[in-house]
């Protein structure tokens, strides 16, 4: 069965194309992407309206570069998935309204997916996929948590962030450093040039004997230091950059092994954007080689927003022989806000 995947939840407009057969593990056969980040820099984030008019303008012209890499036509589509939440609410509309018009036109399932499940299915299209149960550190631009999967749409929370996301403190420290938007893969960058233990940055709740997580005051405390330097802040760019990096990733990897250790599971998957950190790759490979655990990633490009994710979630679900709580035909809503769990955990129903 070929599933199309369309994700317009944020600032990425993403197509993909992916085959399930049977059982077996789904293939990608094509995926589109155009990022609005150029778009949105002048104004240091995200404005929702130009956003949903951006992914307006690029949806089908995607579309047709995703079905040409598959060497398929429209007509080849048996099931459109979308991104049905949690994002904006006026560029999931595009998405969902897309979506659900080509499922009517073509007379074929409309199926709205959770971003995130697609995040946390994403390393099943990579090289070396995992197999249930598994730890996964969701790790992306709104979202920082800590999930036990049994199977697809069986996910506990164990933890997640009281305040901002990872993803959000790599970019508001990378603000303050001004690496502009979004800076966290570019204070990433800088980062490889400076000395992690330049700098003591607190480590939030890091012996808090819990899974939550909280990064808000990261951000202060680098401004604070950043101001502290004054006119040396030039020169000691990269080390504020290395620190407040190393601050980020110990607690996300103390906080993982401690979700490891509860669940007494020895596999950890690691999806979202902040997940494309190389910093938090090696710390993660040094712990988990430690204790034993495998850690799985998405491909370095599935990492951040895509459309082969939305594809792939769908897949997975329908394999698993059931669909989300939603209703029939081809009317849509989109759900700007939405925990992954509540629903999830219900036996999926066809
Ligand atoms: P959500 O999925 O929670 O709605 P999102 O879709 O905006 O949020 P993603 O696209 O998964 O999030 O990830 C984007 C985030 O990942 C941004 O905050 C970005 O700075 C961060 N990010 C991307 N690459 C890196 C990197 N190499 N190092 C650190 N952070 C990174
Ligand atoms: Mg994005
Ligand atoms: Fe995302």
């Keep these: 069965m070929v599933f199309l995947g369309i994700e317009t939840s944020c600032d990425e407009t993403?197509?993909?194309?992916?085959?399930?057969?049977g059982s077996q593990p789904p293939?990608?056969?094509?995926?589109?992407?155009?990022?609005?980040?150029?778009?949105?820099?002048?104004?240091?984030g995200v404005v929702p309206e130009?956003?949903?008019?951006?992914?307006?303008?690029?949806?089908?012209?995607?579309?047709?570069?995703?079905?040409?890499?598959?060497?398929?036509?429209?007509?080849?589509?048996?099931?459109?998935?979308?991104?049905?939440?949690?994002?904006?609410?006026?560029?999931?509309?595009?998405?969902?309204?897309?979506?659900?018009?080509?499922?009517?036109?073509?007379?074929?399932?409309?199926?709205?997916?959770?971003h995130l499940e697609g995040h946390l299915l994403s390393p099943f299209l990579?090289?070396?996929?995992?197999?249930?149960?598994?730890?996964?550190?969701?790790?992306?631009?709104?979202?920082?948590?800590?999930?036990?999967?049994?199977?697809?749409?069986?996910?506990?929370?164990?933890?997640?962030?009281?305040?901002?996301?990872?993803?959000?403190?790599?970019?508001?420290?990378?603000?303050?450093?001004?690496?502009?938007?979004?800076?966290g893969p570019a204070l990433a960058r800088l980062a490889e040039q400076g000395d992690p233990a330049a700098f003591a940055l607190p480590r939030p709740l890091l012996h808090s004997g819990g899974l939550d997580f909280s990064f808000a005051g990261l951000k202060t405390a680098v401004l604070t230091q950043a101001r502290k330097l004054g006119p040396e802040l030039a020169a000691r760019k990269a080390d504020l950059a290395a620190s407040t990096q190393a601050a980020i990733v110990e607690v996300l990897v103390h906080k993982a092994l401690a979700a490891l250790r509860l669940t007494g599971?020895?596999?950890?998957?690691?999806?979202?954007?902040?997940?494309?950190?190389?910093?938090?790759?090696?710390?993660?490979?040094?712990?988990?080689a430690r204790q034993g655990v495998r850690v799985h990633y998405p491909e370095l490009t599935l990492c951040t927003d895509n459309g082969a994710m939305i594809a792939l979630a769908a897949a997975m679900r329908w394999q698993a022989g059931g669909w989300l709580p939603q209703g029939d035909g081809w009317a849509f809503d989109v759900k700007p806000r939405w925990p992954l769990e509540p629903w999830s955990l219900a036996a999926p129903a066809r």
């Design 265 to 288: 599971l020895k596999r950890l998957v690691v999806a979202g954007g902040v997940g494309a950190n190389q910093w938090l790759r090696a710390q993660l490979a040094q712990a988990c």
């Design 126 to 183: 990579s090289a070396d996929p995992p197999a249930f149960p598994f730890v996964a550190l969701l790790v992306s631009g709104g979202h920082t948590q800590l999930m036990r999967v049994e199977g697809v749409g069986r996910y506990q929370l164990l933890g997640e962030t009281i305040d901002d996301a990872a993803g959000e403190a790599f970019d508001k420290a990378a603000k303050v450093l001004g690496l502009g938007y979004p800076g």
């Design 27 to 44: 293939q990608l056969l094509g995926a589109a992407l155009h990022s609005q980040v150029a778009m949105h820099r002048n104004y240091g």
């Design 50 to 114: 130009l956003a949903s008019r951006d992914h307006i303008r690029r949806l089908l012209p995607l579309l047709d570069e995703a079905l040409g890499q598959a060497g398929l036509t429209l007509h080849d589509v048996q099931a459109v998935a979308y991104t049905r939440g949690p994002g904006l609410a006026g560029a999931l509309l595009v998405g969902a309204g897309v979506a659900c018009a080509l499922a009517c036109a073509l007379q074929v399932p409309a199926l709205g997916v959770h």
């Design 14 to 21: 993403g197509v993909g194309v992916v085959r399930a057969c």
